[in-house]
């Protein structure tokens, strides 16, 4: 099974990164299983059986999610984007998109609102499975901390006081209609404007969604010993003012100190267990003396959480002056 996921994330990968490259002849089933070696039967069947869903059904709603945001935010014309994206005409475009979406790429252009995309997949994923680390590769990118004044934003997200870690968290979240992981995440993917999206959608489809902690004093302590409730969302600009998606809400965060915990790239498969200790355990012995502050744990205070292997893990914590 190891094998399977990492061949079928081979081909999650090829898949996007051939739509962002508008290569359309090499996203057909028997290119991509020719490169994995099987037949077309037995990558459709390990396909479905990894991820959950049917190879074309995952590949149509992926290419509709990269027109959707062509669509939002570029000039070109409707018809050269039903091209670009493998659609025979525009009839044939606005059809799908309709259907999918529930209104025309025409109305959309007009009035963008948030929408359910087909996030990328990440078929494989060891942490989750809970199979640990796999050899002793150690990044060489030391921990970097430091104080930064964040200015006033807008927090627009989900919570659930009753979870425990990122992957506790969306299995809550799955019990709860419209909140589950892949609803929440295609409703944030179509949001206009966050401001840690980096626009990337070949290899960064979610970008600048993250994990946050809002504290809260009549919360269950977390494992850093202060009560918190966890969220999931994206941070938007003070002055935002798009619709709100009925299941999230949208809160203001004023202007502030924060101390960063940050870690460089590292290997998600070979290092992610021993990178979150690294991290939890520099926040817990970080010494604050002369700094004139410590950490905020005052109600209302958010703790940001990004994790990006390909560019860093970090921890961003509130903080207040004490001198």
């Known amino acids: 099974m190891y094998e399977w996921q990492q061949q079928i994330q081979q081909i999650v990968d090829e898949i ?18 020719r490169k994995l070696g099987y037949s077309e039967f037995y990558t459709t069947r390990k396909f479905k059986e990894i991820t959950g869903m049917p190879f074309r059904d995952y590949l149509r709603r992926r290419k509709l999610a990269f027109a959707l945001k062509e669509v939002r935010d570029s000039e070109k014309s409707l018809l050269d984007i039903a091209f670009e994206y493998g659609f025979s005409s525009h009839e044939a475009f606005t059809r799908a998109f309709k259907n999918t979406y529930g209104i025309a790429p025409s109305e959309y ?14 078929a494989f994923d060891r942490y989750f499975l809970g199979f640990g680390e796999i050899g002793m590769i150690k990044t060489t990118d030391d921990l970097k901390i430091y104080f930064v004044t964040i200015p006033a934003h807008r927090f627009l997200h989900v919570s659930n006081s009753e979870s425990n870690g990122y992957w506790d968290f969306w299995e809550k979240q799955s019990h709860i209609p419209g909140q589950d992981c892949d609803t929440i995440s295609g409703l944030l993917d179509s949001i206009k404007g966050k401001l840690d999206d980096d626009g990337g959608s070949e290899a960064n489809s979610g970008s600048g969604q993250l994990m946050a902690y809002l504290n809260d004093p009549n919360g269950r302590l977390c494992d850093w010993g202060f009560p918190r409730i966890e969220c999931y969302g994206v941070r938007l600009p003070a002055d935002y003012a798009g619709e709100v998606p009925e299941q999230m809400t949208l809160t203001d965060i004023p202007e502030a100190e924060y101390l960063v915990f940050e870690h460089g790239p590292f290997d998600y498969e070979q290092e992610n267990r021993s990178i979150e200790e690294k991290l939890e355990t520099a926040m817990a012995s970080f010494d604050f003396a002369g700094t004139g502050y410590s950490y905020d744990t005052s109600a209302g205070r958010i703790i940001y ?14 903080v207040r002056k004490t001198s």
């Open 16 to 33: 996007d990164s051939c739509i962002h490259h508008y290569n359309d002849e090499a996203l057909t089933l028997r290119f991509l299983s």
């Open 109 to 122: 252009r007009k009035n963008p609102k948030p929408v359910v995309l087909r996030t990328k997949i990440h």
């Open 305 to 318: 959480m990004y994790h990006d292997p390909e560019r860093y893990w970090k921890y961003v914590r509130p």
